[in-house]
C-alpha cells in the first residue's frame, strides 16, 4: 500500500511529558510544566499489559507512580523512536540512511535537556567510552529500519498519533501509536517500531494485544478496521502484519472492559495482588513487593482523576 499525506506530525514529546511512569529522582512532567487539565484515568496498552502480568506492578505503576530506572536498552528504543519521527519531517528524497544517522546525535541531546540527569543515570559522564558505541548501536537500529522499508516512498498520515476514545462503557482507552498509513483508496495500516529482540510465542501475543488496542481506539474514533497492523522489529530485521476484522475487535473491546473491571475493582479496595512469575527479575519493585518480601507503601486510593497528559509512559516505549 502507498500512504499519502495528510497530517503533519507533533514534534517529539519530551521524556518527561511522556511519563507516566516516573524516571528515578526527577519529577513527573505534571510536576514540572505548565498545569495540565485533570483527566479521567483512562486504560493504555501498556497499562493493560501490567495489570495482566500482575495487578501490583500495574498499582505501583498506574497509581503509586513510583520512580523506575530506564535501562540503556529501554532509553535506546525512545532514541530511535525519535530519529524515525524526526526523519519524516524531512522532505522524502532526503531520508536517507545517513540522514538518520545524523539526527541520532541531536536527538540524545534533546532527551538529555528534558532528563538532565538520564546521561548520568546511564553512563559515567558525557566522557565514558560506553557512550558513543551505545550511541552507534542506535544508529544500527536505525540502519535495519532502511532495510526493512524505504522511507523516501513514504509519506505517514500521522506519526506518534495520541488515540482517545471512550467506549460505550464508560471505559476511556488512550495510547500513541508510532505512525498511521492511509493508502489513496483509504486503506489504513498502523505501524508500529519495536528495537528490542523479536518476540517468542508469548511476547507476539503482547505485542498484538497492543495492536489490536489501537485498532479498537481507531474504529472508535475514526469509524474504520484498520487494514493492516505492522509491528517492525529493527533488530531482528523482520516484521509482523496482522489484518483484523470488525468482529475480533469488538470481542476485543470486551476484553479491554474485563480487564478495566478488574482494575477498578481492586482499585476500590486496594487489592491489587503480586503475581511472582520470572518477569520480576526485570521489576524495578521488588523490595516492595510482598511477594519478596517487601512492604508496599501504604496504598493512596484510587485516583478519580490525574494529571498526566497522557497514560503511556516512557517505559513502554522504550520496550
Ligand atoms: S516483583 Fe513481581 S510480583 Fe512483585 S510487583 Fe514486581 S512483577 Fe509483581
Redesign the pocket.
Known amino acids: 500500500m502507498s500512504p499519502e499525506v495528510s497530517e503533519v506530525s507533533p514534534t517529539l514529546r519530551s521524556v518527561t511529558d511522556t511519563a507516566g511512569i516516573e524516571i528515578a529522582g526527577i519529577p513527573a512532567a505534571d510536576e514540572v510544566a505548565e498545569p495540565s487539565p485533570r483527566r479521567r484515568p483512562a486504560l493504555s496498552p501498556s497499562r493493560a499489559g501490567d495489570f495482566k ?2 495487578p ?2 500495574y498499582r ?1 505503576r498506574a497509581i503509586d507512580r513510583l520512580p523506575e530506572q530506564p535501562s540503556r536498552a529501554q532509553v535506546r528504543g525512545t532514541l530511535v523512536h525519535a530519529v524515525l519521527e524526526r526523519l519524516y519531517d524531512l522532505p522524502a528524497p532526503q531520508r536517507s540512511p545517513e540522514a538518520a544517522r545524523g539526527l541520532v546525535g541531536p536527538a540524545w541531546e534533546e532527551l538529555c535537556a528534558g532528563i538532565p540527569e538520564l546521561a548520568g543515570q546511564l553512563f559515567e559522564g558525557a566522557d565514558d567510552p560506553e557512550l558513543p558505541e551505545w550511541l552507534e548501536s542506535a544508529a544500527a537500529l536505525l540502519e535495519a529500519y532502511f532495510r526493512l522499508e524505504d522511507p523516501r516512498l513514504l509519506e505517514p498520515a500521522a506519526r506518534e498519533l495520541l488515540v482517545e476514545t471512550e467506549l460505550a462503557s464508560g471505559l476511556l482507552l488512550r495510547g500513541y501509536i508510532d505512525r498511521l498509513d492511509i493508502a489513496p483508496s483509504g486503506e489504513v495500516r498502523v505501524v508500529d517500531y519495536k528495537t528490542g529482540a523479536a518476540p517468542r510465542e508469548a511476547g507476539e501475543v503482547a505485542a498484538l494485544f497492543q495492536m489490536k488496542f489501537y485498532a479498537l481506539a481507531l474504529l472508535h474514533e475514526r469509524g474504520v478496521v484498520p487494514a493492516q497492523l505492522r509491528l517492525m522489529y529493527l533488530s531482528a530485521g523482520e516484521y509482523l502484519t496482522y489484518e483484523p476484522d470488525e468482529p475480533e475487535l469488538r470481542r476485543f473491546e470486551h476484553t479491554l472492559e474485563a480487564i478495566w473491571l478488574a482494575i477498578r475493582t481492586a482499585g476500590e479496595t486496594g487489592d491489587f495482588r ?4 520470572r ?2 527479575d526485570w ?1 524495578s ?2 523490595a516492595l ?1 510482598p ?2 518480601d517487601g512492604t508496599p507503601p501504604e496504598y493512596p486510593g484510587w485516583p478519580e482523576s490525574v494529571d498526566a497528559p497522557v497514560d503511556e509512559p516512557l517505559l513502554d516505549r522504550m520496550e
Open positions: 502480568q500482575c501490583l506492578l505501583f503480586p503475581n511472582r512469575t518477569m520480576c521489576c519493585h521488588k513487593c511477594a519478596w
